[in-house]
């Protein structure tokens, strides 16, 4: 007569997505959407105006001042996901002296990512004010236009990612004890702060080397 073995029931783990994260990426989508109507705004501008007079236009810009400012941003992305790594591993702050730079906490790195974004800024306005001097303005022409609004648009989001890390920082520096939801905020953050780095690198292609 043969016995049956019994055999635990086995319970499986679901691993279900962040609801935080996942709405980041969904609204991400949707500001892509938002920038992909700028690109076909600026070529269409660009297949209506004259090559000459867009030319013109064009060579008002000053591309290696705008390259270092780009190289600025671009990073700053990299000082962001090391913040964020530090955040992933619960490391709030620094362990150690502030010169040792491979013991920083997330504090640290996103404090660094805020300087340079709010570099790249200041330098945005340079640029502008340089442009203007040489008589190119909004309301100059069509390549006026479509350049303002396009960088000027980007400009505004670096902007909301600076109110961003200033509300990651004031959440971390008035929690009690640093945890998942703060780690959380600290990665959607840093979603939306490389998301602006990529545009970025896409308009600067398309308006400053692509001219």
Known sequence: MSTATATPHTHVTV???NPVQVGTIVWLSSELMFFAGLFAMYFTARSVMPASDWSAQA????VWFSAG???ILVLSSFTCQLGTYAAERFRPRRTGKLWQ?????MVE??????????????????????????GLTIHSN????????????H????????????????????AKRFG????????????YWHFVDVVWVALFSVIYLLR
């Open 180 to 191: 998942h939801h703060e780690a959380t905020s600290a990665i959607v953050t840093s979603y």
């Open 101 to 105: 730079v491979g013991q920083w906490g």
């Open 59 to 62: 060579d008002k810009l000053n």
């Open 109 to 134: 790195w996103i404090a660094v990512t805020y300087v340079m974004g709010a570099i790249f800024i200041a330098g945005q306005v340079t640029e502008y004010s340089d442009l203007v001097e040489q």
């Open 69 to 71: 400012n780009t190289t």
């Open 15 to 17: 691993n279900r997505p």
């Open 142 to 153: 069509a390549y006026g236009s479509v350049f303002y609004l396009a960088t000027g648009f």
């Open 155 to 174: 400009g505004l989001h670096v902007l909301g990612g600076l109110i961003a890390f200033l509300f990651l920082l004031g959440r971390t520096f008035s």
